[in-house]
Structure formats: C-alpha cells, structure tokens
C-alpha cells in the first residue's frame, strides 16, 4: 500500500497533539470560572463598602459632597515634592500633569473681544506641611506691574484670593511693584481704608518671554471650606484699567468661591477597614472625582505551594521545561507600577451607570499595558439619592498565575506521556530530513558554476514522493546535459560546416568579378555594385565563424596561458595611445592614468582582448561628441577598471543576462556582426583570473552604462 509522505506527518502530529489540547481546553474553562467568581467576588466587595457608607448624612456633609460644581471646585493634591518658591515648576512634578488650562471658557469680563494672547493660565493647587501651594503660568502679551506712585493695587496685573469660611468671605490681592518676592494684602470691606499686609500669604513672582509665573503659599489654618482665584489683565499703562478677568468663579454674578476639596481621611477610614489585599477602593463624587483611595494593585496573589509528592515532582519537571512554557503561558508584570500622580478625576467605562443608579462590572488595560484590571462600580446613596460611587478594583494577575501553573503541568504530563513516541517521530524526522539534505547536496553538486553538468543523481528506488522527487531531478539533468553538450558541439560543427562552402562563395565571387572586368572594358556598374555587396556579406559571415571559434576554444586555450605581474595602470595607457585611439580616431578618450603602480597577475594578452571587447562596446553604443571614459581605482585587496559610456540605458533584467553566451542587446544598428559573443568572452577570462564583470546604468545626471571588471591585486 502507498502511503503518502503529508499523511505519514499528519498522523504522527495528531497522535501528539491530542492530549494537550484536551488539557488547553480545560484550562480555558477553569479560566473563565475563575473570572466569573473574581466578578462576583469584586460585586460583593463593592456593595458591601457601599453598605458601610450609606446613611451617614453628618459625613457627607462634613466632606462636601452635595452641591458641587466642577466649574468652581478646587481639588486640593497630596503634593509629592518640597516646593521651592522661586517662580520654577519643575518641583510640581509629577503633580503638574494634573494642571487645568483656564482661558475662554473661564472668562468673567472683558472691555474688548477676547483673544487667548491677551490672557490665560494653567493652574494647579496642593498641599504639604499644613500648608496650600498653589502656582498660576499665566500668558499675557503686556504685563504691567504696580506703581509705587499709587496706593490702590487693582490698578496693574494682578491675583484676587477670596476664602470663605464661617465668619464670611475675606478678599486679597497680590500686585507687585516688579518680579520677585511678593505677599498678599487683605481688601477692607470700607474702599477708604487702606489694603492690610498678610504676610502668611507669600510667594514669588517669575516674569518670560510669554508673561509670568506666581507660586504662592498659604497656611491650611488660614483657609475655610470654600476658596476662589481671579487673574486680572491691565494692559495700558497709563489709564490702569482691568481689561481681562478669568478666574474659577464669577463672584460678580452672586457665585460662591469654589469648594476645596480633597480626599477624605474620614471615608478612607471605613474603607482601611473593609479593605482586601491586593486590591484598591475608590470613592468618586458626582463630578468623577476621587474622593478616597484606598489599597494598591501591586503584587499578584500568591498561590499556595501543594504539598503532595505530585506537585513536588511537577514543580522539578517545570525548571526543566521552563524555557518551553513561555511559548504557551500568558505572561504579565507580576510588580505593578502604578503612577506616582494619581488623578483627581476617574473616568472608567461604568463610572456614569454607577452615579445614574447602576451597577456594572468592567475590564480595562492599565495605561503602560502591565496588567489587566477588572473593576466593580456601585452607586453610594445618602437619603435616597446617589450622591457618589464605589469603584473596587483588581487585577487579573492571580487568575492567570493559576492558569499559567495548570498549562505548565499539562505541558509536563504531555512530554513525559509522549516521551517514547517523540523520540520515535524524532528518529522518523531525522531519516526523512538526511534523505531530503542528500537529495539536495547530490543536485547542487551535479552543476557547476558555469553551467555545466558533470554528475547525475543517485536513484533511490524508495515508493514515496522523495523517491519520486530524485527519480524525476535525474531524468532532468540527464536531458539538460544533453542540450548543453549539444549547444557546444553545435558551434564546432557550425563553423566548420559553414568555413568550406563560404570559401568557396567567396572564391566564386572573385572568379565572377575578374571574369566581368576581363570580358568587359567598362562593366556594368549595377553588377560590380552586387558583387561588392556580396564579398562584404562574405566578411561578415567570415568575421562571425571567427568569434564562434574563438568562443568556443577559449576556455581550452586559456588552461594553456602564463600569468605574469603586470603594471595595470601603464598597459592600460599603452593599450589607450597604441591601439584604442588609432582604431577609433573618430571618438575621444578620457583616463588619468595611476601615480602608483597597480600590480595584478594575469595574462597581458588575454587581459587586452577582455578590455577590447569593453571599448568596442563602449565605443559602439556611445552619443557622438561624448568620451569614453576609463577609471581605474584600487580598493583594499583588489583592482577595477570601468568603461564608461553615455548613451542608451540597459534594462535591469537584461543586466543579469547580457555577460552570457548569444545574448546580444543593441538597439542602436550598424554594419559589424554581432552574436552575443562578445562579453561573453570578457566575463570568461575575468573568471579564469580571480575576477569579475559587472554593468550598472549612469545616475549622476548622465545617462549611459558604466562596465567593471575587478581583479585581485597581485601580491609584491
């Protein structure tokens, strides 16, 4: 029976995949399991915070998390760095990321049509050491500072600060005479009382290129519950009007200063006590933002070790195939690294169910791809409304661990199962593949460099397709040698068949002429026109038998040459002056001969012919009125010489052809025989010297072809 190669392979491939895609299919299905109880198991976390924080009018209150405005609050951050007040913001970071952009959209008056040249700042508020930072980047096309003619400070650019506790509302501004440091005056209620120095408010105030920058500090203790910023734009220097004001809330339309929020400690409290490992809680207020956190994502759930000698034996068998599991487990960051800057606002798909009511259950990749987290969001109600959410979130590292450890055991149980058959595939494989590489070695070895054929394949008498494969490969060679053997015979016998009736047409016309002008005083001209006709034909066919001897006998006659040193710079410029010149007067040459010598070994004879062939070439294809131009140059350990000439380009595909035999390329015509014979020749005795031919197409502006035989450099 006849058995195919393909299904030999198939069936001992299916043997061994069976039973480890029996195991990946179980391990899917415990896989989804456990993603199925982690969701109920985040869901009831979620709730069960939810619960803890439901009904606690006194602490929502306390926190402020009724009545909010996104527009006017002000988030206070958890600053990271010490603040320097110098005007520089590269101690806000990695805070400065979270800064708001105020233009526009934050206008509270303006004389003229807004342009955002004309005023807008990015601003951001923290806390540190019981005390506010607070900076403003502010871009103002003409900053104009106090005057120290002038007692009123609204008069020039300047800061407005309204803070809000329960004693009212306190107003204070900070105009300075120059850049520098400054600190902020309380505004009386009475306009003609003079503005009061408060020292605790202080900072320093920066001017560039696009306007200044302020940093400022302010004592917690100084502060209430509600606080409110205005930057005010004066850019007349002489009539000192406020031009611009932006700020986070329009106090003149009967607006309350902002909030100033930040996260709760209270809250996050109750939420210290519910917490679970390797898991973070958030609390988000109506606006998105975060309120409490608590917990981290970093390190995974461990998975407790088995005891049984089973597992220990699976836990050896798993160092050895290591390198074999990677392909299979699914790999992720075990260490979280989560952002230094933690956001104020979470804006997760869900977020908005979860304030409108709903609970949901969502997955999203962390921003840098370490991890997948999977997140319970659950409304938070206060007197029967949701006043915020509870977002609970966990990666989905420990699922995978356990699915990872479940694919490395089947893996283990599959190659040890499987051992015995593996090494017997194996074995089969290594016969199959010895048999395939023979085949391949006996075919590249059966044809030489040049072409020809010297060996056939050894037949093996094997019923299946490689058998068939070498059978089929040697009856080709066998018929390639002889087409081969047969094209060389064919120009000896050409040659040869042709020389004799040649010569005796050539004879003939010779006869016939002197026969005509002996019977004849004045022959006819009409008839010695066809004559001479004739004997040029003759030459011509005379000329052609000659280059197929003389390409036909040239590999036999080169075995026969001496190779010498020769001084190719100076055979080149004897070649030029002697012979390439005379024979082709009416073309101009263009070669700048070595300073040093350039020595190679080869046959000057033969050497002359290859570059005869070039120049001819050249010359042939040549644009009258342009040179030929020669270029002979030495690299590390050989020589080149190229020819080049301007004229007609050679198609890349001709190029990988044009240098064998009977291959001719001439769109331009003459006179002379041409049989593709010619470079040839030349790439035969570049070869017979260690060298080669190359031809390339000119683009440097040119257009033409450029010829390079390279040589080795002879050893002196």
């Known amino acids: 029976m006849h058995f195919s190669l393909r299904l030999k392979l198939a069936l001992l491939s299916l043997l061994l995949l069976l039973f480890p895609l029996l195991g990946m299919r179980l391990n899917s299905t415990l896989k989804n399991s456990l993603i199925i109880s982690q969701k109920d198991t985040l869901n009831f976390t979620a709730q069960a915070v939810a619960a803890a924080l439901t009904n606690r009018s006194d602490l929502f209150n306390r926190e402020q998390f009724h009545a909010l405005n996104q527009n006017r609050d002000l988030y206070l951050f958890q600053l990271s760095n010490i603040i320097r007040l110098d005007g520089s913001l590269e101690d806000w970071q990695p805070e400065l990321t979270q800064a708001e952009q105020f233009g526009k959209e934050h206008l509270l008056s303006s004389q003229e049509s807004y342009l ?320 395939i590489r023979q085949l391949r070695d006996q075919a590249a070895s059966a044809i030489t460099p040049d072409g020809h054929i010297h060996s056939t394949i050894t037949i093996n008498q094997a019923e299946d397709e490689i058998g068939d494969l070498g059978r089929t490969l040697d009856a080709m060679l066998k018929q390639l040698r002889q087409q081969i053997e047969h094209r060389e015979r064919m120009a000896d016998n050409l040659e040869h068949e042709m020389r004799t009736p040649l010569a005796g047409v050539a004879a003939s016309l010779k006869n016939l002429k002197q026969e005509q002008l002996r019977q004849q005083e004045s022959p006819s001209k009409q008839i010695m026109e066809y004559i001479r006709w004739a004997e040029r034909d003759v ?63 080869g046959d000057p004879v033969r050497l002359h012919q290859a570059l005869d062939k070039l120049v001819e070439n050249a010359v042939s294809f040549h644009v009258s009125g342009t040179p030929v131009e020669l270029k002979l140059e030495e690299q590390a350990d050989t020589v080149s010489l190229q020819v080049l000439n301007q004229g007609p380009l050679i198609e890349p595909t001709m190029q990988q052809q044009i240098f064998n035999s009977m291959i001719s390329h001439r769109p331009l015509k003459d006179d002379r025989p041409h049989m593709g014979l010619g470079l040839y020749i030349v790439r035969t005795i570049m070869e017979h010297h260690g060298g080669k031919v190359s031809v390339r197409n000119v683009d440097d502006g040119r257009t033409g072809a450029a010829f390079t035989i390279t040589l080795p450099m002879a050893e002196t």
Request: charged content about 25%; glycine content about 6%.
């Open 116 to 435: 955002p040249q004309t005023l807008s700042f990015r601003h951001l508020v923290g806390k540190q050491d019981k005390h506010l930072y607070a900076f403003f980047e502010v871009q103002d096309d003409q900053v104009i500072y106090r005057s120290r003619n002038s007692l009123r400070l609204d008069r020039s650019d300047h800061l407005q600060i309204v803070i809000e506790d329960q004693q009212g509302q306190r107003k204070y501004l900070i105009a300075p005479y120059e850049p520098g440091w400054v600190n902020g005056f309380l505004m009386p209620d009475n306009p003609i009382k003079f503005p009061v120095s408060e020292q605790r408010i202080h900072g320093a105030w920066k001017q560039n290129e696009s306007g200044y920058i302020l940093e400022l500090r302010i004592p917690l203790e100084l502060l209430g519950s509600k606080l409110a910023f205005t930057v005010a734009d004066v850019d007349d220097d002489q009539e000192r009007s406020v031009r611009v004001l932006i700020g986070t809330a329009n106090l003149a339309e009967n607006q309350e200063p902002g909030w100033l929020l930040s996260t709760s400690e209270p809250i996050e409290e109750i939420l210290r006590s519910l917490d679970r490992p390797y898991a973070r809680i958030r609390v988000v207020d109506q606006n998105q933002r975060i309120r409490a956190q608590v917990g981290s994502l970093r390190k995974p759930e461990s998975l407790p070790a088995d005891a049984d000698q089973f597992a220990k034996l699976m836990r050896r068998a798993s160092e050895l195939f290591q390198p074999l599991y990677r392909f299979f487990t699914t790999s992720f960051t075990a260490e979280i690294q989560e952002q230094i800057s933690q956001p104020t606002a979470l804006d997760l798909q869900g977020i908005k169910e979860g304030l409108g009511g709903k609970h949901s259950i969502t997955n999203y990749l962390m921003e840098d791809g370490q991890a997948e987290v999977m997140t319970a969001i659950t409304p938070l109600y206060e007197g029967g409304k949701v006043i915020a959410a509870v977002v609970v979130e966990q990666t989905t590292n420990s699922i995978l661990a356990l699915s990872n450890r479940m694919i490395e055991e089947t893996i283990t149980l599959s190659v040890l199962a499987f051992f015995f058959g593996g090494g017997i595939f194996f074995l089969f494989a290594y016969r199959l593949s010895g048999r």
């Open 539 to 601: 030459q011509r066919l005379e000329g052609l038998l000659t280059s197929i001897r003389e390409a036909a006998s040239l590999k036999n006659a080169l075995l026969l040459d001496s190779m010498e040193l020769l001084d190719l710079g100076k055979a080149v410029s004897m070649w030029l002056e002697h012979g390439w010149q005379l024979a082709f007067s009416g073309t101009d040459f263009v070669y700048q001969p070595p300073e040093q010598e350039v020595m190679v070994m």
